[in-house]
Antibody, heavy 119, light 111 residues
Framework: EVQLLESGGGLVQPGGSLRLSCAASGFSFSDYAMSWVRQAPGKGLEWVATMSGSGSSTYYADSVKGRFTISRDNSKNTLYLQMNRLRAEDTALYYC????????????WGQGTLVTVSS | NFMLTQTHSVSESPGKTVTISCTRSSGSIASNSVQWFQQRPGSSPTTVIYEDNQRPSGVPDRFSGSIDSSSNSASLTISGLKTEDEADYYCQSYDSSSRWVFGGGTKLTVL
């Protein structure tokens, strides 16, 4: 059974940093691209960042480019999101999502970890 | 870059059929597959349709998807509505410049 367990969310001041983690199990982690997708309170889904299975390719939404860094440790089956220079508009529930064999779509989602940026 | 536009909300009675649309702003809707996600309150999204019209195992055949090149849109149709279908529904597609794009979501109320 595929499981994705996010952690690391919390309350942080504007301009601060936070690192999210996503522990994966139930599949061959290094074979699949992984993404972070966020959802602001009461709002829709927004793609944030993606990393290929090998880690050789990364993609970022314009809204986070230069501030967020996606990475993975395939030996630990864990995906990360380093978030720097956080803004109030980054407040959201951050989901970890697994891609299918096709990079274009997702098939499994975690339960999310809440990030609140506020003074 | 493209956007996917969805009707904000729709309501229908149990047993009826509802169709939720998703219109692509630029580029062809047929150029990359469309996925539909269901998100019940307090839960993570789950896939109800992938690759335009395919149902994952476990999703009832009351759910169907299609694309229409003439209107450059995708549609999710739910027949025989049940109260458990009440949720937010999101379409999603991809292209090499915009990457992964979600529609704004449609809130389905079954009353």
């Amino acid at each position: 059974e595929v499981q994705l367990l996010e952690s690391g969310g919390g309350l942080v001041q504007p301009g601060g940093s936070l690192r999210l983690s996503c522990a994966a199990s139930g599949f061959s982690f290094s074979d699949y691209a992984m993404s972070w997708v966020r959802q602001a309170p009461g709002k829709g889904l927004e793609w944030v960042a993606t990393m290929s299975g090998s880690g050789s390719s990364t993609y970022y939404a314009d809204s986070v480019k230069g501030r967020f860094t996606i990475s993975r440790d395939n030996s630990k089956n864990t995906l990360y999101l380093q978030m720097n220079r956080l803004r109030a508009e980054d407040t959201a529930l951050y989901y970890c999502a697994k891609h299918t064999g096709s990079l274009h779509r997702f098939d499994y989602w975690g339960q999310g970890t809440l990030v609140t940026v506020s003074s | 870059n493209f956007m996917l536009t969805q009707t904000h909300s729709v309501s229908e009675s149990p047993g009826k059929t509802v169709t939720i649309s998703c219109t692509r702003s630029s580029g062809s809707i047929a150029s990359n597959s469309v996925q539909w996600f269901q998100q019940r309150p307090g839960s993570s999204p789950t896939t109800v349709i992938y690759e335009d019209n395919q149902r994952p195992s476990g999703v009832p055949d009351r759910f169907s998807g299609s694309i229409d090149s003439s209107s450059n849109s995708a549609s999710l149709t739910i027949s025989g509505l049940k109260t458990e279908d009440e949720a937010d529904y999101y379409c999603q597609s991809y292209d090499s410049s915009s990457r992964w794009v979600f529609g704004g979501g449609t809130k389905l109320t079954v009353l």
